[in-house]
Nanobody, 122 residues
């Protein structure tokens, strides 16, 4: 069983940076692919970023490429999402996800966190 807890969300102004963290528990979580999704009010949940178990491979949605960076620290069982140059359209609940095989767009990871709200004001 894998348990994911997100933190780091908040209310910020456009243009600033924010870093989200996702603490994972579970014996084998270090071997899991992990990622971030987001869901804005009234919209479907969408893929944001993913990272392989080793950290050697990453993937990003076009809307965040060049602004967001996903990373992981397997010793701490933690995944991060560094978000720079935030825009009002980045406002959403951000969810951490984990899967033993792969995390990516059009995939449904096995495990989800409860989410953390990010609000970007203009």
């Amino acid at each position: 069983q894998v348990h994911l807890v997100e933190s780091g969300g908040g209310l910020v102004q456009a243009g600033v940076s924010l870093r989200l963290s996702c603490a994972a528990s579970g014996r084998t979580v270090r071997s899991y692919a992990m990622g971030w999704f987001r869901q804005a009010r009234g919209k479907e949940r969408e893929f944001v970023a993913a990272i392989s178990w080793s950290g050697g491979s990453t993937d990003y949605a076009d809307s965040v490429k060049g602004r967001f960076t996903i990373s992981r620290d397997n010793a701490k069982k933690t995944v991060y999402l560094q978000m720079n140059s935030l825009k009002p359209e980045d406002t959403a609940v951000y969810y951490c996800a984990a899967d033993p095989v792969r995390v990516g767009p059009n995939l449904s990871p096995d495990y989800w966190g409860q989410g953390t709200q990010v609000t970007v004001s203009s």
